[in-house]
């Protein structure tokens, strides 16, 4: 089942996360069309589940400015 809010393409343009007073992710960009597989690949640490955890809405992306919500940085469409 997709995550709520979460369908079709999903854009990620320069996300910052951070969380402990430490940042763990910085300028991210990520574009996933529907129907594409998608692969995340780093070194322990780098961020990729930090990055999932933000595309899920289990946190909240932080700069270049506060954000209310994830989807303020990362955004979905489900084509019509």
């Not at 430490?22 to 780093?42: F, S």
């Not at 992306?61 to 979905?76: F, G, L």
Request: charged content about 20%.
């Amino acid at each position: 089942m997709p995550a709520p809010g979460i369908g079709g393409r999903i854009d990620i343009d320069d996300l910052h996360v951070a969380y402990a007073g430490r940042t763990v992710v910085a300028g991210a960009h990520l574009v996933a069309a529907e129907g594409e597989i998608t692969g995340l690949v780093g070194p322990d640490g780098s961020g990729k589940s930090t990055l999932l955890r933000t595309v899920y809405g289990h946190l909240k992306p932080v700069a270049p400015e506060p954000c209310s919500h994830p989807a303020d940085r990362v955004t979905s469409s489900r084509p019509s």
